[in-house]
């Protein structure tokens, strides 16, 4: 059973940068793919970023390619969203998830455990 913790989130303005990590406990963490996800209100959960197991394959949703950066430090069980040019339309709660699938995958289904979120604010 892999646990995952969201932290970094917060409250910024239009153009503003955050950086959101995920500490991973309870297995091994190179093992796994590593997605991104956010839900703003009212709205469904839809992907953000994805990175394969050894990082060395990443996926962007087109909303957020060339401002996001996704990366992971194997070693230190951690996960990263690196978030520049935050958009108002960037506020969500954002997920972290691991999976077993290997690649750079998109799909919510692939992964198999989750974090609890961490809430990111963008006023205009």
């Known amino acids: 059973q892999v646990q995952l913790v969201e932290s970094g989130g917060g409250l910024v303005q239009t153009g503003d940068s955050l950086r959101l990590s995920c500490a991973a406990s309870g297995g091994t963490f190179s093992r796994y793919a590593m997605g991104w996800f956010r839900q703003a209100p009212g709205k469904q959960r839809d992907f953000v970023a994805a990175?394969?197991?050894?990082?060395?394959?990443?996926s962007y949703a087109d909303s957020v390619r060339d401002r996001f950066t996704i990366f992971r430090d194997n070693a230190k069980n951690l996960g990263y969203l690196q978030m520049n040019s935050l958009k108002p339309e960037d506020t969500a709660v954002y997920y972290c998830a691991v999976g077993l699938y290997k690649g750079a995958t998109m799909a919510s289904r692939d992964y198999q455990y989750w974090g609890q979120g961490t809430r990111v604010t963008v006023s205009s």
């Open positions: 990175i394969s197991w050894t990082g060395g394959t990443t």
